[in-house]
């Protein structure tokens, strides 16, 4: 009876000792899909700008707009940032957020935004190739030579469930049709003998090692290798450039704000932080992407954002056409 | 009286039931909206291939259990031996570790510049490939060194418990030991193995870590990425209403063939004293649960060591890491002591009353536990929102689809225990005038304290190793240790998932002691 006893009023004494987790008054909460560590400079440069406090609740992109949909009126989120355009569109057709002003939109690139201006890109990435500098593949130079029989077993590619390789499939089936993207796939898959990675960074480890002659990577991937890895043998493709070719394809990382937010105006306001010069530079040097904004220059290290052909896929687009991108692979079998 | 009182318990049990099955409510209510075109292209393009992969995963990891558990157990039941205490925790220590650490730990020291890659060069040169870890086989692997303590666990307990008698029998009518292990002793041990290997088979149909981590196309990994990849939330459903009549199809034979299965012996028999183990004995048993202990907790705790130790150094650890630790302890503590709570009505109805009722009861209690935790997740979620939704935000939606997914483990741990309860000892309490509530306080439950503590225990390490629901409901800001985990772990920071990880493996610790010290004294 003793022991009862004291279990229950040690219980009662933890729920009584619970930390209430509620955001305070003056706190935005953002749902997050990106590594905290690339946001968590750029929110404590805002606090210390304004005193606005924000609270960060990372999950994986996709299963926090699920949440923010189930949610509906009831979410405690003021804002919605992920790494993958597709999702921040999809999130506007469920009709999840709030239109921005014009003024804190505009700055940024149209083809970098939702076109009812509900999401805006932040930062932006291109979809390169990796090749080791000891290996043939000096014909490479698109995004369709990955399934050139030369290069039997040579690939590297991530598995198909991986978002930023959907983004790019729904890019190439967008600039270049579903029948020509689902025979590149049927030769990927030969290519790379049905075995593919997990993560990028696996990809851009297999190349430098030589084990494999290209992958195909988001282009920061290679300069975080190269960070570690000064002389890794590598080189970075920039694809599809050639006359005639589709560019390289897209994707961006935004924000929105959430349609029930009860802050909408302070959330607005962190927007505006994040689209100033000062924000932009930041948000995007963290991981050596591209601002989004017009005029604002990346980091040096990679290729200069004019000296790219981006194929003309609008970001948009990648959310109304992720299911096809999805029903395509499956059918193709890509593991 | 009687009657009044069973009826009492019994809407009691029916209120936990209807919590426990509100995902499957979900599940068969999503399902119904999936047209039947849609359920036929579930079936074209996926369902063979799934249940193929979900049973052939099933199948390695239940003989994976099986060889390790049955062999630990055996020798160290029937051996006495230098440093035994020390190999019965290797044996129970795996349990500290979740899944996706496991597979994580694995696949970065498998791959060429890890580990075990380096030690495989080496030995075997850079021409034979390195095991391919992303199979079912390495899937199975990892499983089967994350699940095998729950039969070693069951095992020993019966192994200890078992009457000589009948083995002496055999041994006097001219059986070989191997004989006496294949038609006495496995046949005595049929109801623990059982037991133990339908534990690790429902936890691989749920697992969702490992087989992220290694991307093998399980019923789990399909579900998850249909809610997630497609935000499909009914074709998600429809796969999980087809693993669950798996789940149960299983539960239900192991049902069936567990009540066939009655051993009973007479408290007099003599109970089996373990023999010393010979010098070569000694050597070939610390030998095997060596190997056993350095696959399946020394390797990967010194992994964690090493690049915590690396964090450490490199001034990586903040305050915010003790706050993640308080996070998920409390969490543990919290969840686990709720659950036990709400899985002691259920056990107590089941015990004392055997109808179609309280069958059903107790299989719609253990629906939690067959269900993928995002399916969970996301019933708890959008049953709450419906009908309570004062109730939502905090912790409380949390708690609910925890004590949902592991209500079973308390339900089993404590039936088991009231199981072995003569009912004239709670009649006598009734007699001297206590009424139901007083006699369970007073009588039965410091009775069945034993079988509470194990319930508790086995759902804290559970609950703190939980990643899929918690990662979905944790209130805003609330990040435990194995979020954390999972964050560093998809930027591949092994410096920081590591951290975490030894905390999770310490924090374990203390809950194992208090089983372990139990069992001891049993």
Redesign the interface.
């Known amino acids: 009876?003793k022991?009862?006893n004291k279990?229950g009023s040690g219980?009662l004494a933890?729920?009584m000792a619970?930390p209430?987790?509620?955001?305070a008054e003056d706190e935005l909460?953002v749902y997050s899909g990106r590594?905290?560590?690339f946001v968590k400079p750029v929110i404590k440069a805002f606090t210390e700008a304004t005193g606005i406090k924000v609270?960060?609740?990372?999950?994986?992109s996709?299963?926090l707009?699920?949440?923010l949909?189930?949610?509906?009126e009831?979410t405690?989120?003021d804002l919605y940032l992920s790494n993958d355009a597709g999702n921040l569109q999809?999130g506007s057709e469920m009709g999840l957020f709030l239109p921005l002003p014009v003024k804190v939109t505009d700055v940024i690139d149209a083809r970098l935004r939702a076109p009812d201006n509900s999401w805006v890109g932040l930062s932006a990435r291109a979809r390169v190739l990796v090749a080791n500098t000891a290996s043939d593949s000096g014909f490479v130079e698109s995004v369709f030579d990955l399934a050139d029989p030369r290069l039997k077993d040579k690939i590297a590619v991530t598995?198909s469930?991986n978002g930023s390789f959907?983004a790019g499939v729904t890019v190439y089936m967008l600039a270049e049709g579903s029948d020509k993207t689902r025979s590149w796939l049927k030769g990927v898959k030969e290519n790379s003998g049905g075995?593919?990675f997990?993560?990028h960074?696996?990809v851009v480890?297999a190349v430098a090692?030589g084990?494999k002659a290209v992958g195909l990577v988001n282009h920061y991937y290679i300069y975080r290798h190269l960070d570690a890895h000064p002389d890794a043998p590598i080189r970075v493709i920039v694809p599809d450039q050639g006359e005639g070719g589709m560019g390289v394809a897209w994707n961006v990382a935004g924000i929105a704000v959430s349609k029930y937010s009860k802050k909408s105006e302070t959330a607005v306001r962190f927007v505006e932080f994040l689209v100033s010069e000062k924000g932009q530079k930041q948000f995007a040097e963290v991981n050596r992407e591209y601002p989004a904004r017009k005029g604002v220059a990346a980091v040096s290290v990679i290729p200069p954002a004019d000296s790219i052909r981006a194929a003309t896929v609008a970001m948009a687009e990648l959310g109304k056409h992720?299911?096809a991108t999805?029903d395509l692979l499956?059918a193709v079998g890509m593991? | 009286m009687v009657l009044k009182r069973f009826s009492f318990l019994s809407s009691v049990t029916g209120v936990v039931v209807l919590m426990a099955a509100i995902p499957l409510f979900f599940v068969v209510y999503s399902s119904f909206q999936l047209s039947s075109e849609r359920w036929y292209g579930l079936w074209d393009?996926r369902l063979p291939d799934l249940m193929g992969n979900t049973l052939w995963l099933a199948l390695i990891v239940a003989l994976g259990c099986f060889i390790l558990g049955v062999s630990s157990a055996w020798l160290i039941a029937r051996r006495t031996f230098a440093g035994r205490t020390l190999a019965i925790w290797l044996m129970v220590l795996p349990l500290a570790i979740p899944t996706y650490v496991f597979a994580y730990i694995y696949?970065s020291m498998l791959?060429?510049?890890g580990w075990l890659g380096k030690l495989w060069v080496t030995l075997f040169g850079s021409g034979v490939g390195i095991p391919d870890i992303?199979t079912g086989w390495g899937a199975g692997f990892i499983l089967s060194l994350a699940g095998f303590s729950y039969v070693f666990l069951l095992v020993r307990t019966s192994l200890t418990g078992a009457s000589l008698s009948m083995e002496e029998a055999a041994r006097l009518h001219g059986a070989t030991p191997l004989e006496v292990f294949m038609r006495v002793q496995l046949p005595l041990l049929r109801p623990a193995l059982a037991a133990g290997l339908a534990v690790v088979t429902l936890h691989v149909l749920s697992d969702f870590g490992a087989v992220s981590?290694?991307?093998y196309q399980t019923f789990t990994l399909s579900i998850y990425?249909q809610?997630?990849?497609?935000?499909d939330?009914q074709g998600a459903a429809g796969l999980s209403l087809v693993l669950v009549m798996l789940s149960l199809t299983f539960l239900v034979l192991e049902r069936f063939f567990r009540s066939r299965q009655r051993y009973f012996s007479n408290s007099r028999s003599r109970r089996f004293q373990p023999r010393r183990a010979t010098g070569g004995e000694l050597v070939m048993i610390w030998c095997w649960l060596g190997l056993i202990a350095l696959f399946a907790f020394i390797l990967p705790l010194v992994w964690v060591l090493h690049w915590s130790w690396q964090a450490w150094s490199a001034d990586l650890i903040g305050s915010e890491f003790w706050g993640y630790t308080y996070n998920s302890l409390?969490l543990g503590?919290?969840a686990a002591?709720?659950t036990v709570v709400v899985g002691l009505p259920v056990a107590l109805y089941h015990s004392r009353v055997r109808s179609w009722l309280s069958a059903c009861y107790l299989h719609l209690s253990s629906i939690g536990f067959v269900l993928p935790g995002?399916v969970v997740a996301?019933g708890v979620?959008?049953f709450v929102?419906a009908q309570l939704?004062l109730l939502?935000?905090?912790?409380v939606v949390l708690l609910m689809a925890l004590m949902v997914r592991f209500m079973p483990l308390a339900v089993q741990s404590q039936e088991a225990a009231m199981q072995q309860l003569t009912p004239s000892i709670e009649q006598a309490g009734r007699v001297l005038g206590a009424g139901p509530l007083e006699n369970l306080?007073?009588v039965t439950?410091?009775m069945i304290?034993g079988g509470v503590i194990t319930a508790w225990v086995l759902v804290f390490i559970d609950v703190i190793k939980e990643l899929p629901a918690t990662?979905?409901l944790r209130?805003?800001?609330?990040?435990t240790l194995p979020?954390r985990i999972w964050?560093e772990a998809?930027?591949?920071?092994l410096e920081l998932a590591a951290p975490a990880a030894l905390m999770l493996i310490v924090g374990t610790l203390p809950a194992l002691w208090i089983m372990m010290r139990a069992e001891g004294r049993r």
Do not use: C, F
């Open positions: 009876m022991l009862a279990l219980l933890l729920l619970m209430v987790v509620h955001a909460v590594s905290d560590k609270v960060l609740h990372s999950a994986k996709t299963a707009l699920n949440k949909r189930v949610e509906g009831r405690e989120a999809l598995h469930g959907i075995k593919t997990n993560k960074s696996k480890k090692s084990k992720r299911n999805i499956e593991p | 393009t696949t791959a060429d510049d992303y981590m290694l991307q990425m809610m997630e990849g497609r935000l939330n409390m503590v919290i002591s709720a995002p996301l979620i959008t929102l939704p939502y935000g905090g912790l306080w007073r439950l410091p304290r990662l979905i209130p805003i800001g609330y990040d979020v964050i998809s930027e591949e920071m």
